[in-house]
């Protein structure tokens, strides 16, 4: 029987021995190195870098060869907390239990410290190492770069943030409230599973059945953070509750109720699983997630 908390364990171990080599690979120290450390190496769930190496395995190929695009997205993921928990952003003292990167150092160092995170990423996802020239691994990467690319700027992840500002003391509905959520978490949670599958040589009617996959949790994963920020216990999750209504943001809470938000992310469970049918048992992993996203309480 499959036991997703041994898997996630062997595959955080995985990711964060391959980020610890990086950074000894960088031959740097100082206090840049130290703050992107700090942020990176700070717990977390490892969500995204694990969804791309289940990726890989549901179509059938090695996790191993979907890690540097995991690590990648790992900093690229975390160089988004740092600068989010910013004084212009969310001004947010506590991250993962520690204090943010900006308390922690200073402000300029911690927004050094992201954009160095983002620059990394890409350094990685492009080192000639991973790729066999001859055997076509280049336009397969580049494929993955564009993905990732689009789905961390501003196609995705930054214009969701910008929208999120935007929304503050404003009232949204539910249909803007999921788009803007779609770029700012669900971009880079379908670039995750995404870049997994194509690594993984998938065909592209087993990538477009994933796709839909991270679309469902990726929504339903944001739908849980907003129903945690209202009954979560912040011991748990590293940070404090009750943010969002003091800076009132529209939430699915706010705007459906906290019970109807709880069915709407069941209910894209559901369908993530749905999408899940054609796969046979190496996309357990995936099945398992899922279900985790909602059961979560951190």
């Not at 214009?159 to 803007?180: K, P």
Request: glycine residues 8%.
């Amino acid at each position: 029987m499959f036991e997703l908390s041994s898997y996630l364990e062997s595959k955080r171990a995985q990711i964060n021995t391959t980020l610890e080599k990086y950074f000894r690979a960088a031959s740097r120290s100082g206090r840049l190195i130290d703050a992107m450390r700090y942020s990176l190496m700070a717990g977390g769930k490892r969500l995204r870098p694990v969804l791309c190496m289940a990726g890989a395995e549901a179509v059938g190929g090695r996790a191993e060869n979907a890690l540097p695009a995991a690590c990648a997205l790992e900093m690229i993921h975390t160089y988004s907390l740092i600068h989010d928990d910013l004084p212009a952003m969310d001004n947010d003292d506590l991250r993962r239990g520690k204090s943010t990167c900006h308390v922690q150092f200073d402000e300029a160092t911690a927004i050094l410290a992201g954009d160095a995170l983002l620059t990394m990423a890409f350094q990685i996802l492009s080192d000639a190492e991973f790729i066999d020239i001859d055997s076509g691994q280049a336009a397969t990467w580049l494929t993955v770069i564009q993905r990732i690319s689009r789905a961390a700027g501003y196609q995705g992840m930054v214009e969701g943030q910008m929208r999120d500002i935007a929304a503050e003391n404003n009232s949204l509905s539910q249909a803007a409230l999921q788009q803007l959520h779609a770029l700012k978490t669900g971009a880079l949670i379908e670039a995750a599973v995404y870049s997994g599958a194509v690594l993984g040589n998938g065909r592209s009617d087993q990538i477009g059945q994933l796709e839909t996959y991270a679309a469902c949790i990726g929504l339903a994963f944001q739908v849980k953070d907003d129903i945690l920020n209202v009954e979560g216990d912040p011991a748990l999750l590293g940070k404090g509750v009750g943010t969002d209504e003091l800076r009132r943001k529209s939430t699915y809470p706010s705007i459906m109720g906290l019970e109807a938000s709880k069915a709407f992310a069941r209910q894209l469970i559901e369908k993530a699983l749905l999408a899940l049918a054609p796969f046979d048992h190496r996309s357990e992993p995936l099945r398992a997630i899922a279900n985790y996203i909602i059961a979560r309480k951190r």
